[in-house]
């Protein structure tokens, strides 16, 4: 175990410096402050929300540090507890690093209007926000599969794995080992179907693929190396499908996971007040905006309509929706022991074994 | 402008102590503010209570789903955290959530390690609840535990689960302010109605206020208000107050009357007798003359003397207080009287006394008065031996002037004392004014005036008194 942690912490410190990139947006006038924030999310996606906010604070200075969502949590938990400087904006994907280290006392409150329209799942005790709308879709190769059989649902998913041959080292997904996000997607999965332990079996037996990254997944579905990608971050499969017409993106009938990511803002934050106006802008008129048609990050508030609007119109049907919700739900797939059980049992179910 | 009367009696209006309906403004809105206070406190209480015992449960749900997923795998204890148990902390929305499991040597299998235990060890069967101060905030935990039983492996597992108290303060407050909420409604209910009850039950007082207001400065009848009871006594002490203010101001009325008529004529008798002398030459007739005016200025000055005695006693009986007075005493006192102004020839009055102090309450000075007079009368109407009697019968004491002669018309004994006539002869006029002086004494100690003839010859009247109880 401690051999484990230790090769862990290496990982980061040595992965970190690699991901680590800053971006600086000077301010275009005086006397200028200094926003920091800290995210996991790709600069492209972000730059239009970032731009637009600047443009109405010309004073204010941002730093966007673009880190791994692990590397992201143990900066902001050295901050939590005083051994580093913090970030103003903590913003990750990783809802249940978030959630956890909002349940260590890291955040403050934050008592901005524009973020009392985030619907229930999207906050938590007012210090933690979701401010986008992400869901964990399917996405295929038109080429490779038709129309006709395209997975809409898990049930679908499974019928199509079953036949032999056709998926043999053709489908990918997330190492949850190396991914938190697969993680995350994966342990929800577990507790909310009943399809997750024959999926799992079933993508086992066809020798499924991991990646660490869901562009690693999209870039290999779209070039035809594989067919089919498994829970993959629906704001980038978007993203990526308007520009490769042969990427088809399933969101599943039965039920969907939507991410949010979650924001707050450090108890050691230097410059508070613009942080939470940062937060509040996402969720205005002009934010929303931003992250339901450039970012297609969507927003809580209106992404399930904006959602299905950017996906084609046939698959407006009734949707069964679940959020995941911020919350000390969250930090259970946290737990030292409990991830350590599920990975065994993930990696037996897949038949791969402890290497 | 203001006289300085009108001005000393607003300054003294000024100066009033609080009216009534303040008093009890301020009593009720004392009592109100105690009971409110009260019904907060406990609201407050059964608030937490309430918030405590539901949100407890939801700990100790989590705990034992916990608890339940404990198992044993090759000599390892495991725990497989329930997505469930945590789903069920969070409907305390609000609430930060910390858990943590400990192995049965004690060490920390997962979760938070430096979580607080509770003081007991926790081997009972049911969850033991408490609170804790954890990451700079207080804790409500639970802690369970749960026996394992293994080859090789005998000991309990313990989970114990928190979260801070951020729901349960929130649902206590949330009932508390209900309960305030209710109580200030209450409260001002009350306020207003007590208001009006107020009014209402000190609407009689304006009555009598309006009553006294709107009476004639000479009117003296007694106040005939319908007033509760608690009000009758203070209407009573006015109607009494008034009740002697007319008794006095007739008395002084009367006494005016009487005086000038009674003086008026004896004093124009002498005046007429010293024109006579200042004309008349002859020694011997200027003698008989200066004599006649001499006795007449006796009778007279005996006459106003009784009749100041008179007003004194009736101004006497309605402002001294009694006192315990021993009748021979006053017996001996009345004698003593009697002989100063007597004259030198006539009898002095006889002592008759018993052992035994015979005690009444009564005004000394009053009593005397009219003892004197009595015997006054006696010796100049009655017949030597005259004698002042004091004896006791039965539960009255009394006090009696006896002397030897045929006393007073039968006819006029009934009316004797109430008033003496004015068209009676003037030798008889002392006489009915010591009786009137008598009865007066008599009526106001609770007494009587009595007069009879004595089986043995003579006749006699005497004060009939209650005797004291308080014989000391």
Redesign the interface.
């Known amino acids: 175990m401690i051999a484990r942690l230790v090769s862990f912490l290496v990982a980061v410190l040595v992965v970190a410096p690699a991901c680590a990139a800053d971006f600086d947006f000077p301010a275009s006038a005086t006397p200028a402050r200094t926003l920091v924030i800290g995210s996991t999310t790709d600069i492209g996606i972000i730059r239009p929300v970032i731009v637009a906010w600047q443009k109405a604070n010309p004073s204010v200075a941002i730093r966007y540090r673009e880190l791994t969502t692990n590397a992201l949590f143990g900066e902001a938990k050295a901050a939590c507890e005083g051994d580093a400087p913090a970030d103003d904006v903590v913003l990750s994907s990783a809802m249940d690093l978030q959630a956890k280290l909002?349940?260590?006392?890291c955040a403050v409150t934050v008592d901005r209007p524009g973020l009392n329209a985030l619907p229930d799942f999207a906050r938590?005790?007012?210090q933690l926000f979701g401010l986008t709308y992400e869901p964990a879709v399917i996405v295929y190769n038109r080429r490779a599969v038709a129309a006709h059989e395209a997975p809409t649902d898990h049930f679908a998913l499974l019928d199509l794995l079953r036949q032999p041959g056709r998926f043999e080292g053709r489908i990918g997904t997330y190492d949850i080992e190396a991914s938190g996000l697969g993680y995350l997607f994966a342990?929800l999965d577990d507790?909310r179907s009943s399809t997750w332990g024959r999926l799992i079996e079933a993508m086992g037996r066809n020798h499924v693929r991991l990646y660490c990254c869901t562009q690693d997944i999209l870039d290999r579905v779209a070039d035809g190396r594989l067919t089919l990608g498994y829970n993959v971050l629906g704001s980038y499969a978007l993203a990526e499908a308007r520009r490769k017409p042969d990427l088809a993106v399933a969101v599943p009938s039965d039920y969907t996971l939507v991410l949010t990511r979650a924001a707050f803002v450090p108890r050691q934050a230097a410059n508070r007040a613009d942080a939470e106006a940062f937060l509040e802008f996402t969720q205005g008129p002009e934010g929303r905006r931003i992250l339901n048609e450039e970012a297609l990050l969507f927003s809580p508030i209106d992404g399930e309509d904006q959602l299905f609007k950017a996906l084609d119109a046939r698959q407006q049907e009734k949707r069964a929706i679940r959020p995941i919700?911020l919350?000390?739900?969250l930090?259970?797939?946290l737990?030292?022991?409990?991830r350590r059980?599920f990975l065994k049992q993930w990696r037996d179910s897949l038949g791969i074994g402890e290497d | 402008m203001l006289d300085p009367g009108n001005a000393r009696a607003l300054a003294r209006a000024s100066r009033r102590r609080p009216s009534i309906a303040l008093r009890l403004t301020l009593a009720v809105a004392f009592i109100l503010a105690l009971a409110a206070s009260a019904a907060l406190w406990s609201a407050w209480r059964y608030g937490i209570q309430a918030a405590n015992e539901a949100y407890d449960r939801l700990l100790t749900g989590a705990s034992l789903q916990i608890a339940e997923r404990i198992s044993v795998a090759d000599g390892e204890v495991l725990v497989d955290l329930p997505s469930s148990a945590f789903e069920l902390l969070s409907l305390a929305r609000n609430d930060r959530v910390f858990y943590r499991v400990l192995g049965m040597a004690g060490e920390t299998l997962t979760g938070y390690p430096d979580l607080p235990l509770p003081d007991t060890d926790g081997s009972g069967a049911a969850p033991v609840v408490y609170d804790a101060v954890y990451s700079g905030e207080t804790v409500r935990a639970v802690m369970a535990t749960r026996p394992i039983a293994e080859r090789g492996m005998n000991g309990n597992v313990r989970v114990v689960v928190a979260h801070t108290v951020q729901e349960r303060i929130g649902l206590a407050r949330d009932i508390a302010t209900r309960a305030a909420i209710l109580v200030g409604a209450a409260g001002l209910a009350i306020v207003l109605i007590a208001w009006f009850a107020v009014r209402h039950a000190l609407a009689p007082l304006r009555r009598v206020e309006r009553a006294l207001l709107s009476r004639d400065p000479n009117d003296l009848s007694p106040f005939e208000i319908e007033t509760p009871r608690e009000l009758e006594a203070v209407v009573d002490a006015i109607n009494r107050f008034t009740r002697r203010l007319d008794r006095r101001v007739t008395a002084v009325q009367s006494f005016v009357a009487d005086a000038a008529h009674q003086l008026r004529t004896p004093i124009t008798a002498i005046r007429a007798q010293a024109q006579i002398a200042a004309s008349e030459e002859s020694p011997d007739r200027l003698r008989r003359i200066s004599r006649r005016i001499l006795d007449r200025s006796v009778a007279v000055s005996r006459l106003a003397d009784q009749l100041l005695s008179h007003a004194l006693v009736t101004h006497r009986t309605d402002s001294e207080p009694h006192a315990l007075v021993d009748l021979r005493r006053i017996a001996m006192e009345a004698e003593e009287e009697t002989r100063r102004f007597a004259d030198t020839a006539a009898e002095l009055p006889l002592l008759d006394l018993p052992e035994e102090p015979v005690t009444v309450a009564g005004d000394r000075f009053s009593l005397r008065e009219a003892v004197k007079n009595l015997a006054n009368n006696a010796m100049e109407h009655g017949r030597p031996p005259v004698a002042i009697r004091v004896s006791t019968e039965g539960a009255l004491a009394r006090i009696a002037v006896v002397d030897h002669g045929k006393g007073i018309a039968k006819e006029e004994r009934a009316s004797a004392g109430t008033r003496f006539r004015r068209n009676r002869a003037a030798s008889s006029r002392g006489a009915s004014l010591g009786l009137a002086i008598a009865h007066e004494v008599a009526i106001s100690h609770g007494g009587e005036l009595q007069l009879r003839d004595l089986d043995a010859g003579g006749f006699e009247v005497a004060l009939s008194l209650p005797l004291s109880e308080d014989r000391t």
């Open positions: 909002v349940n260590d006392g938590w005790r007012s342990t507790q919700g919350g000390p739900a930090i259970v797939g737990d030292q022991m409990k059980l």
